[in-house]
């Protein structure tokens, strides 16, 4: 990687090689990728990267954020998202703390600013953020002096998993320049589409949003995205498909075709497989739907990365946590 | 045994300068204010101002109770009270494990003592209990060898609440020697005035109780308090207005005035700061309910300290856990 | 603040004189007793033992297990055991994460597999597994890449129950060899039955199965036990009684004699401690249900040790976790 490092010394069993954050990192809050800009995005990359192999032997604690504290203030049901930020944030060294919507404040009649008031008077230093509603960690930044991470707003953005979608690609592909990258299936009621949209085009690659008609409307191109109806049409020119899951408890507004039906026509299987680029990557942001998105054989097959994003995950969270309350705000 | 020995060393860290627990400090659980005296209030207040120094800049982590283990064991739904123990536990070094109702042993027919037992059984230091029965922390300290601190018994005390208030006070006002202390609302439901009014008169202060009759008692007289009924008469000799959450889901039991007819007495509003003293204090133990207690304009203005308290609290809590745990007990 | 100051200074924690894990323990799950030998049960025990006086002043914080996660994946109902796994790792220096089955990935579709491995894929390095499907534990080990804990699985086994049940004994009564030790009640539903009589048997105790003929098979004798249904006659030959819960929960299917006949036939209560030999120990796995198994004199009395088996799990979840993730695996 091409920043600057510098030694960054805390107690003797974190002593790391840390880059050094650019003077030009100014970002106090990660509400959504729409609004960095490529180097920016590239800068989480490689910090990711570097905590990563930092500790990838499943040993390393880092103390980088010890004394520090992380809330997670989750309003949608959510168990991975939520336990990649708070591993994350544990592995440097900080504390967590965790709200939710049963049982907390907001029940007895408590306003969300209010209640997000009320934790960050805890001395917390950032606030993870999912809310049905888009805009909720916009709002939340505009009245806390901490930091706010967007974990996810309705359908709007949902940053890091766009930042770790994308550190997978990097990591089997390299540059992102030119690849072709398609996602695929449930487009409207997608934050990861949104969030790998911007991160996508920014870093130079070809997106093309793939689905029923149903789930993916011709506004798409306005954002400068391909659409298309046929994965068998785009197939043989993607680098990358990335199998956005079927929300089934979201469907109940707009028609959806049958399972059978969108098996047939969008689920990856051994057979599209063969004819696919030979080095083709098969990503879903999980949890995944076994028989719908996609076969056993194929989540399980040599093209998959699934869970190398699990892991890209925590990375993505350490990186933005480190840069949002370390650097020059 | 038998096996080979290898020396494992890890390093010290969080060396401070802390305040000597003086001999006279003998107490091994922290029940209530009432039987606390004023040096001893006085001592938890002055380590609560020394930790909220020590620890202000977010940054400060400290290993005064690392190795030690507390044990939040909560049969109310709590957020805000359970995490600010929480958080105090962790900021000390101390572990954390949680007991709540649901999901625990008491439903498979456990005896609450048992239960109790069984965590101090665990090499628990300290339990923090919250309970709709008035004396069950005073019950568990007879039952367990480790620490009990009461963090809300029915309406009886709530104490580390009446301790973060009368710190906030100080922090504003000074000595609460003299000073008019007016706990305004559901007096009839509220451990905190409980709390409040123990705490406040051995400091000196004057306590006013005030509300509507059907939630203020004249038998409040007995405990050395002033009971009114009407805010507008006691509002210029008042420095302090403590705004008592009114507890709609505790009302059924007792006739309660129209919200309307409430908030026309009772709530605080800018031309009531106006009839007030210059440096009148508003706080309110929260969550609050806007438009109810107070308007969002006092709420969110200058004579507010709401969001101080919340701050405070931890601090309480870090020094009520400190003073426990390596007290002369 | 007008106390004396003094330099307060954490001592150095884990400076430990720790037991070397002999070349010959190669297990990377613990899945059951059964499989084990009689060395391998006595190694946990050892150094249970040794973790269990290096903690037991409450002070003690092993830094062991420093960098490492466990995960807690609960699809039944716990606290106990779930958070004596979760101290016990903490105590290590471990990291924890909690799953469950409620707001899980599994609500939306996900295989149970699929969990597990995104669990694993957050770079964790022992899963602790509740299910109540028998054998869970072991199709895990055989999908998962790192260490697999089985802390029960359906009524098959809870191997760190069996082993703190016999490290308890252990203390009090010495070598296990030539001891008799009593199940006494609910052998149907117990997976603690089976691990106990795994355990017991390897070490060279005599076993024995007694409760009521409609939860107790005579097919137990094919394991090696003797199966009695009177505790009075059994009652003069027993070093030990274990006394299983009965679980009311899971009664729905098998017929069951009434609370009364059971109390009268199978309780354990002064008048039967009289008839026992002076030395016998009283357990329990707990949560006990006073006044069925056993009444509150007894329960209470000076052979009961049932704490001591709470405190024992501690130690017994520290020394497998230490065992299975230093071991030469």
């Known amino acids: ?16 090689n840390a880059p050094r954050i650019p003077d ?11 609004h960095l800009t490529a180097s920016e995005i590239t800068l989480i990359l490689d910090f990711a990267e570097f905590l990563h192999k930092a500790t990838s032997n499943g040993r ?11 809330a997670n203030l989750f309003f949608e049901n959510s168990t991975r998202t939520k336990n990649s930020f708070s591993l994350a944030a544990k592995r440097l060294g900080a504390d967590t703390v ?8 907001v029940a007895k009649g408590e306003t969300f600013i209010d209640t997000a008031k009320t934790i960050e008077a805890m001395l917390v230093d950032a606030v993870v953020v999912r809310h049905s509603s888009p805009g909720t960690p916009h709002m939340l930044s505009n ?11 309705g359908p ?6 766009g930042l770790l979608d ?37 870093l130079g690659a070809k997106v093309i ?17 391909e659409v298309s109806y046929s994965l068998d049409k785009i197939l043989p020119r993607c680098d990358v498909l990335n199998l956005l899951r079927i929300q089934f408890e979201r469907q109940a507004i707009r028609p959806f075709p049958s399972v059978h039906e969108y098996t047939l026509l969008y689920a990856m299987n051994q057979e599209r497989i063969r004819r696919s680029k030979p080095e083709i990557l098969i990503m879903a942001p999980g949890p995944i739907n076994r028989g719908v998105e996609l076969t056993p054989e194929v989540a399980d097959g040599p093209h998959s990365v699934i869970l190398e994003q699990v892991t890209n995950g925590i990375a993505i969270r350490m990186a933005t946590l480190w840069l949002l309350l370390n650097g020059r705000t």
Do not use: Y
């Open 1 to 16: 990687m091409s920043h600057e490092s510098a030694l960054v010394a805390t107690t003797p069993h974190s002593l790391i």
């Open 24 to 34: 030009s990192w100014n970002h106090k809050h990660l509400l959504g990728l729409e």
């Open 60 to 70: 390393t604690k880092l103390d980088l954020l010890k004394g520090r504290t992380v």
């Open 98 to 105: 965790e709200f939710s919507s049963s049982g907390s404040s």
């Open 143 to 153: 009245h806390l002096a901490c930091s706010v991470i967007n974990a996810g707003d």
């Open 156 to 161: 709007h953005e949902h940053p890091t998993q």
């Open 166 to 202: 994308i550190l997978t690609i990097r990591q089997h592909l390299g540059s992102l320049s030119g690849l072709t990258i398609a996602l695929v299936g449930d487009i409207a009621h997608s934050r990861t589409a949104r969030s790998n949209i911007w991160g996508l085009l920014k």
């Open 209 to 225: 949003v793939c689905g029923p008609a149903t789930l993916v409307s011709k506004n798409w191109e306005k954002l400068g995205v």
